[in-house]
């Protein structure tokens, strides 16, 4: 009796030595994949970023993430298996989580995923002049969510990452300037000449606000029986001051014809 019981503690603790190096191997082997897959995505990391850095620094990074990413869920999917789970389950797994989170989370990964592109492909950069719809303003800030507009009145705007690339961007920022056209309706009595030498004056004392060896420009738009629409054409370094200059395009204009006009009627009268 005695010799069936110690030969029963025996048989046991063999077995849990057994089981003891079988859960050892086991975890030294995950601890070895895990490390291969360390060098792995550094490697291939590395190697992504050094060949897309010739197109884009922002590219590659974005390229290496990707790739580090899958290195790890690789590795990952490797190290369960060794410690006894089923490959496809996990794989099955991942797979559900992967679909519920994307479909939870859609507009948040759009987003972000937008911000990618914008971020690699640069249709902008911080301090540029945009318009995206009905929304104008200066790039304050792009982050993972929106990117943040100042608007000339201060006002601040966020817009989603994911309108702005499925929205058409216009950047008023240029290294040639932003073009403003302020048209005039005026008397078709009014000599031609005299008007456009006005302008021409008009646009010299704005001189500050224009790009450098730019200069103002005069078009006749349209005519009639009774009027006639001019055009200032200007080129200017800031974009939030187009309403602006606009406005004192105009009162500069008016201030000047009427000038013109009472010299005309004093020279009438001393000649009467």
């Given at each position: 009796m005695r010799q069936t019981v110690f030969f029963t503690q025996f048989t046991v603790f063999q077995i849990g030595i057994q089981l003891s190096t079988e859960l050892l191997l086991k975890l030294a082997t995950v601890g070895l994949v895990l490390i291969v897959t360390y060098v792995i995505a550094r490697v291939l990391g590395g190697f992504v970023s050094k060949t897309l850095g010739k197109?884009?620094?922002s590219v590659a990074q974005q390229g290496k993430q990707i790739v580090a990413w899958l290195t790890w869920l690789t590795g990952i999917l490797i190290?369960?298996?060794?410690?006894?789970?089923?490959l496809v389950i996990l794989l099955v797994i991942v797979s559900l989580g992967g679909v519920i989170l994307a479909v939870a989370l859609r507009d948040i990964l759009s987003n972000v995923a937008s911000n990618r592109v914008i971020t690699s492909y640069r249709p902008f950069k911080m301090g540029d002049w945009i318009e995206v719809g009905k929304h104008?303003?200066?790039v304050v800030d792009i982050t993972w969510m929106d990117t943040i507009l100042m608007t000339p009145d201060n006002e601040v705007v966020h817009i989603p990452n994911s309108k702005i690339t499925q929205t058409i961007v216009t950047n008023k920022t240029a290294p040639g300037g932003t073009r403003i056209?302020?048209?005039?309706?005026l008397n078709r009595a009014l000599d031609i000449v005299d008007v456009e030498r006005i302008f021409m004056e008009i646009g010299a004392e704005l001189g500050e606000e224009l790009i450098p060896d730019s200069k103002p420009e005069v078009r006749l738009i349209s005519m009639d029986s009774n009027s006639m629409k001019v055009a200032l054409l200007l080129r200017i370094n800031n974009p939030a001051k187009g309403k602006l200059l606009a406005s004192e395009v105009r009162k500069k204009i008016k201030t000047k014809l009427d000038v013109r006009q009472e010299q005309?009627?004093?020279?009438t009268t001393n000649r009467l």
């Open positions: 197109i884009s620094p190290a369960l298996n060794q410690l006894g789970a089923e104008f303003g200066r056209s302020v048209p005039v309706t005309d009627n004093k020279a």
